[in-house]
């Protein structure tokens, strides 16, 4: 079974510019999820999808954070502009349905010059 | 005071040792735990489900205390290869969401 797939997997920007991170979940999985890891901290959810509906962005720096799951498979999560404090690896899970065993991708890293 | 509060580490043990992480959260209707093991760069990857009753696969024991809000884990006969960082997760499972902890570093030494 192939697992979460995510590009790119490292992204070297300066700070203002855009950028953009893909996921391909797991076949079948209905929830999506991305999540910001800051060194030495635990993944924060920045927002959840169940299949191409919003669960929870609570989290999400609207101002310059915004996600979409179009057809209920492939998400993109875009940042613009960046800010050095974006500095982070971006993690894609999915899980089969939302309370359950998550998935995690290799994770984009992100460093905002 | 965060969701989900985990030991802080590092904890350094020798091989062989045994070794028990805590963590307590605040929302006492969350309904679904984790642990998941995190190895330097790379991705989480679930370590074991924790369940009311308490599970146990091999050297490692999860269990749960609703009553006092935190779950744990047991690793025994501790091996170089369980040198990872330990997460603890917590899921609303009415609302879906999963909170993280920042995790507990754990080195195994010779």
């Known amino acids: 079974e192939a697992g979460v797939a995510q590009s790119p997997r490292y992204k070297i920007i300066e700070k203002r510019q855009s950028v953009a991170f893909w996921c391909n979940p797991i076949?079948?999985?209905?929830?999506l999820y991305w999540y910001q890891q800051i060194l030495g901290q635990g993944p924060k959810l920045l927002i959840q999808?169940?299949?191409?509906?919003?669960?929870?962005d609570s989290q999400l720096p609207k101002d310059r954070f915004s996600a979409e799951r179009l057809k209920g498979v492939d998400s993109t999560l875009k940042i613009q502009p960046a800010k050095l404090e974006d500095s982070a690896v971006y993690l894609c899970a999915s899980s089969f349905t939302g309370p359950d065993t998550q998935y995690f991708g290799p994770g984009t890293r992100l460093t905002v010059l | 005071r965060k969701e989900v509060e985990q030991d802080p580490g590092p904890f350094n043990v020798p091989e062989g040792a045994t070794v028990a992480f805590n963590c307590t959260y605040s929302?006492?209707?969350?309904?679904?735990f984790f642990w998941y093991r995190q190895d330097c760069r790379k991705e989480p990857k679930l370590l074991m489900s924790?369940?009311?009753s308490g599970n146990e696969d091999g050297r490692f024991t999860a269990q749960l205390n609703r009553a006092s809000q935190y779950i744990s884990l047991l690793i025994r006969d501790s091996k170089l290869s369980d040198s990872a960082t330990y997460l603890c997760?917590?899921?609303?499972?009415?609302?879906?969401?999963?909170?993280f902890g920042d995790g507990t570093t754990l080195t195994v030494k010779p």
């Open positions: 924790v369940y009311s």
């Open positions: 929302n006492s209707a969350s309904q679904s």
């Open positions: 076949s079948g999985h209905a929830t």
């Open positions: 999808f169940q299949n191409n509906g919003v669960v929870d």
């Open positions: 997760v917590v899921t609303h499972t009415n609302a879906g969401k999963s909170t």
